[in-house]
């Protein structure tokens, strides 16, 4: 039975957790808002009432986590040095840092950003190309001074695969299918390795 109590931010919130949760398993397309209120909990009416498209719904989605990405461009920012022997480094962490402080709360965000970024449609929203790309084009041109010299498409390219690797690390499903060895206590370390190896030494 649909639990529309609840002051009205409450409810906004419970909206957005649950749309998070239901586009990060579905997809855009395939997400209707009457998923999302049910899995909220809430009348529909009470979903259009704060969201009065799909589209609005996503974007807020991706909106409420924007902090993250503002986090890393201070961060990236920070760094006054890009010959510095440690200027890498500090670029990887700027890059996975706050993505990864999110834990647990953030991995359904991160398996959506991975689903929309592999969507062929995305650029139809105003998603990765406002939110995302903005930020890419910032970290694109730190590798560029950090690393000069690389080949043609290097920096962009090696940017979206450190990408698809942040964002899957959020889901560990598959390890147990394709080892017998019990996973790591964490694989944020492996996962800093190989996003520094991959841009210093691809």
Known sequence: MPDDAGPPPERRE??????????????????????????????????????????????????????????????????????????LERIVAAFMDPVVALAEEGAWYRRLVLREAADPSSMQRPVIREMFDPMAREFIAALRRALPGKPPGFYEWSYLFAVGALTQSAFDDRIGNLSDAPPPASSTELLRSFITAGWRYG
């Open 14 to 87: 419970r909206i957005l957790d649950a749309a998070e949760r239901v586009f990060a398993e579905s997809g855009y397309h395939a997400t209707t808002l009457r998923q999302v209120a049910a899995a909220a909990g809430v009348q529909l009416s009470l979903v259009g009432y704060h969201f009065p498209s799909k589209l609005e719904l996503y974007v807020a989605v991706f909106a409420r986590r924007q902090h993250v990405n503002e986090e890393r461009l201070r961060l990236l920012r920070e760094i006054d040095d890009f010959a510095a022997p440690d200027a």
